[in-house]
């Protein structure tokens, strides 16, 4: 059973791959180069080492 939307992907992913030499690294920066063209808002997330905790961490409880 073929699914077209899954074709239409596997096609994509394949020219885009191709017009790039089939080189991840020169995939990920060309899709970073067009992120945004088309004027919709690129967020960024800091990275995870910075970012502070939202829980609260409790101490040991105190021994009886």
Not at 8 to 35: K, M, Q, S, T, Y
Not at 37 to 60: F, I, L, M, N
Request: charged fraction near 40%; aromatic fraction near 4%; charge should be positive.
């Amino acid at each position: 059973m073929n699914d077209p939307i899954v074709e239409e992907v596997r096609r994509i992913r394949a020219e885009i791959a191709a017009r790039n030499g089939n080189d991840l690294r020169c995939i990920f920066e060309d899709a970073r180069r067009r992120e945004g063209a088309d004027g919709r808002r690129v967020v960024s997330y800091e990275p995870a080492d910075t970012v502070k905790p939202s829980c609260v961490v409790r101490e040991d409880p105190p021994k009886k």
